[in-house]
């Protein structure tokens, strides 16, 4: 497991392993490892390395690159957190997300100064102008496993390829609760009441800095109605007549197949 310390952040070095990005893909060697030694890469002064933690005792560095180095492979982000164990899983995603706050805080928010320098022991950047923080940007979503009896509610956004269907999700509103959230996602996307909104599981999700706080929730009224603009389509689906549902790596994958046992379990 990576270990996240408050300690000063050590300079890029030698004995480090390194995470390399080029654009939005992550570059790997064979079999797809992509913890990279030193000196396995050229560095160069322009990849701009950010500390992550340490990983079995060694310090992890993010870069990102112009170009391909020679030797690596592109392979897409999600692909590649597809095929992990959640450890390497929660690494990459931390990963990734750093290098994105980075990446896209390259001037004060406030006052529009160049943020050149990095606070030594915390991963934000102070304006040397109006001394505003700037930390990595996280923003919570709500996903929802909702029960009638032994179906549970899959829905199909209007940009999901036909026949893959997941659970209900959104993002929280200004001064709004996780449970409130819950509820008003889903009156607002099907148009279905919920109650006992419980939570379950959370999983950040870095497309581009997402943090899941997956729920179960049981359906009191309503008629499906699926939202114009947002869900194509919506059913309640037998628990043991599944459509394609998303893979078990994810959040939604894993909600759904905890809810099913947690049904399976109540009979």
């Known amino acids: 497991m990576l270990e996240i310390g408050t300690q000063t952040h050590p300079l890029p070095h030698q004995d480090a392993l390194y995470v390399l990005l080029h654009r939005n893909q992550v570059l790997v060697e064979q079999d797809n490892l992509f913890l990279i030694p030193f000196t396995h890469f050229q560095p160069n002064s322009k990849m701009s390395a950010i500390y992550c933690g340490q990983w079995q005792g060694q310090d992890v560095f993010v870069c990102r690159f112009e170009s391909v180095p020679k030797g690596f492979t592109e392979v897409g982000l999600r692909e590649l957190l597809f095929l992990q164990d959640q450890d390497h899983y929660l690494l990459l995603s931390r990963a990734h997300q750093l290098s994105t706050w980075d990446r896209d805080h390259q001037f004060c928010g406030r006052c529009g100064t160049p943020m050149q320098e990095k606070h030594i022991a915390e991963h934000t950047k102070i304006c040397p102008t109006c ?3 700037h930390y990595p940007r996280i923003s919570p979503c709500i996903i929802v496993s909702i ?5 549970i509610l899959l829905a199909r956004g209007l940009h999901a390829p036909k026949g893959k269907f997941s659970n209900i999700a959104g993002f929280v509103e200004a001064g709004e609760t996780l449970e409130q959230a819950v509820a008003r996602e889903v009156r607002e996307e099907v148009g279905l009441e919920i109650t006992n909104i419980r939570y379950v ?45 998303p893979n078990s790596a994810t959040i939604s994958g894993q909600l759904i197949t905890h809810h099913i046992a947690h049904i399976n379990n109540k009979k």
Not at 147 to 151: A, G, L, M, P
């Open 147 to 151: 029960c009638k009896d032994d179906h």
């Open 201 to 245: 599981d959370s999983q950040p999700w870095s497309f581009p800095h997402q943090l899941m706080v997956g729920f179960f929730a049981d359906y009191v009224a309503g008629e499906i109605t699926p939202a114009p603009g947002e869900i194509d389509e919506a059913n309640w689906y037998h628990i043991d007549d599944l459509p394609h549902i």
């Open 131 to 133: 001394n505003l923080r």
